[in-house]
């Protein structure tokens, strides 16, 4: 079988831990490194005998994972969600379409999470898990192509012979992912910042994911729930004169302060990512090319409530 013909799909549950039928429809994403793993929990059965071997172990709850990554980049139309919107979705983000623009900003509220049925097909042979919820997190690198890899987790359910579905009747996105390039990028701790060097940001949205147990529910699980969000990123600022941007003081204080910045300027497929209230967490020194710099390590606070993060797709 040839990692190079996978495929995978994924749809939004109408009833969250209720496996929906997945279509050639759903499987649009253009997926980078995808992984499917199915390692359920060994139970050992602990009996004594008069040898020292052992029982056969039994198969704890059948949770399953599949990891990808995909590019960052608009649907080309204002106003329409791009497809790895409905990813962000299943990882605590609510979605609202406007006229010019689609926003995505993290939700402390169950009902509004969504849950995911994922087919992962490898030449071939299709496994697929429900019920599924997750983490995402981001990287942006001067001149290169920005990614979003996803982290699913939730029910397995079988695996099975299945042919690959036939491209030529899916719908992929045709826009083109830019380069990380022009981010107007401003870090404002009270003295605006509005030109900092820097090449890599880093974003984890740190969603902390469980698949809920319930001895009611089928093989004893309901489905995946985030207990708990943490978003925490870097990025490798040059270092500068204490008098330009005191670092060290916004940390000890400490200062929060904004961090936003863009991808893209084409309308449709400009991305642009708001932290309303960064912490400075530490700032080991590093080097780049020979240049100076501080390897900020940052956390996203709240400001009036779920919007220390804000994902903005115009």
Same mark, same amino acid.
């Given at each position: ?78 106003? &329409?969600? $791009? ?5 962000? /979705? @299943? ?8 006229? #010019?623009? %689609? ?71 045709? &826009?083109? $992912? ?5 981010? /107007? @990028? ?8 509005? #030109?900092? %060097? ?80 960064? /912490? ?35």
């Amino acid at each position: 079988m040839l990692t190079r013909k996978t495929q995978v799909a994924a749809k939004i549950e109408e009833t969250k831990g209720s496996a929906e039928v997945l279509a050639e429809t759903d499987a649009n994403l253009l997926v980078v490194e995808p992984k499917f793993d199915y390692s359920p929990e060994e139970i050992n059965r602990e009996i004594l005998r008069s040898t020292l071997g052992t029982e056969a172990s039994i198969p704890g709850a059948p949770i399953a994972t599949c990891t990808f990554r995909v590019e960052l980049k608009g649907s080309g139309t204002p106003g &329409t969600a $791009p497809v790895f919107g409905r990813l962000l /979705q @299943a990882c605590g983000f609510l979605e609202d379409l406007n006229t #010019d623009s %689609v926003i995505y900003t993290p939700s402390s509220n169950e009902a509004d999470w969504k849950t995911l049925t994922i087919g992962y097909n490898l030449d071939g042979k299709f496994q697929f898990l429900y019920g599924a919820g997750g983490n995402v997190s981001f990287t942006w690198t001067s001149g290169q192509i920005c990614y979003a890899e996803f982290n699913f987790s939730g029910i397995f359910d079988s695996e099975t012979d299945k042919a690959l579905w036939d491209e030529q009747s899916i719908t992929f996105e045709t &826009t083109l $992912p830019d380069k990380f390039y022009n981010a /107007q @990028a401003v870090l404002d701790f009270g003295s605006q910042w509005s #030109d900092p %060097v820097f090449s890599t940001v880093t974003l984890d949205m740190g969603n902390e994911v469980k698949v809920r147990e319930n001895a009611n529910a089928p093989n004893g699980l309901q489905y995946a729930r985030i207990g708990q969000r943490n978003p925490r990123g870097t990025i490798n600022v040059d270092q500068v004169a204490v008098a330009t941007q005191d670092l060290t003081a916004f940390m000890t204080a400490p200062t929060l302060g904004i961090f936003e910045f863009t991808l893209g300027a084409t309308p449709g497929n400009i991305i642009s990512i708001a932290a309303p209230k960064i /912490q400075i967490i530490s700032k080991p020194t590093g080097d780049r090319d020979g240049t100076a710099t501080h390897d900020l390590a940052f956390a996203c606070r709240k400001n009036l409530g779920d919007d220390d993060v804000t994902i903005t797709c115009s």
